[in-house]
């Protein structure tokens, strides 16, 4: 495994986070489930809205099948031996004047970002996935119009590399990140590539 390696002075709760796909089936506990929702819960958000949902299924659960059948076969290979499958909606508009809200898809982000933080905090796999079927999940989880559908996430406990489908063996590790340059710009957007 590659070292992720970060400017002096950053936590490295950032750089040690990625996203891995090796899982060992092996299950989790609800408790530690709700202890990724609490760190989500308490993500920043434009008027304290709280845009957020979290629609999940756990292996062995009666809606596992219907989460899983929603991902692209690719996902599908590895995703078989995760603990807990999450589809992560935001609301579009803010509870209380019911106003559009221009930043729920941001606030939803910063919600996974927590959620994420805090399952690689507990040595779990955490996986961000787009690769599923959006109008299935609308349809079979009874998400209604008000709410964008953003992603899905798997959770697991660690897995051997050598279990996952070959073509995925060798981007079993941390990625890197494009420099600081390529990403920050002062005063107008000139600056940037």
């Known amino acids: 495994m590659k070292k992720r390696v970060s400017l002096p002075g950053v936590n490295e709760i950032f750089p040690n986070r990625w996203s891995p796909r090796a899982m060992s089936g092996e299950q989790m506990s609800k408790q530690e489930l709700m202890q990724l929702f609490e760190a989500a819960r308490w993500s920043p958000s434009s008027y304290n809205n709280q845009p957020w949902r979290f629609l999940y299924a756990m292996q062995g659960m009666p809606q596992w099948k219907a989460y899983f059948d929603l991902l692209v076969p690719i996902n599908q290979s590895w995703c078989q031996k995760g603990a807990a499958l999450i589809v992560m909606l935001s609301r579009k508009c803010f509870e209380f004047n019911n106003e559009p809200s221009r930043t729920h898809s941001f606030d939803a982000g910063s919600a996974w970002m927590s959620l994420a933080l805090q399952g690689s905090c507990m040595g779990l796999v955490i996986h961000c996935l787009e690769g599923f079927d959006y109008d299935q999940a609308r349809r079979e989880l009874a998400i209604p119009d008000?709410?964008?559908?953003?992603?899905?996430c798997v959770i697991g406990k660690p897995g051997r590399v050598q279990d996952l489908p070959v073509e995925l063996q060798k981007r079993?590790?941390?990625s890197?990140?494009?420099p600081l340059a390529d990403l920050v710009g002062e005063g107008t957007f000139a600056f940037l590539k």
Request: aromatic residues 8%; glycine residues 0%.
């Open 146 to 152: 008000n709410y964008d559908i953003e992603a899905m």
């Open 172 to 174: 079993e590790e941390p």
């Open 176 to 178: 890197d990140r494009k």
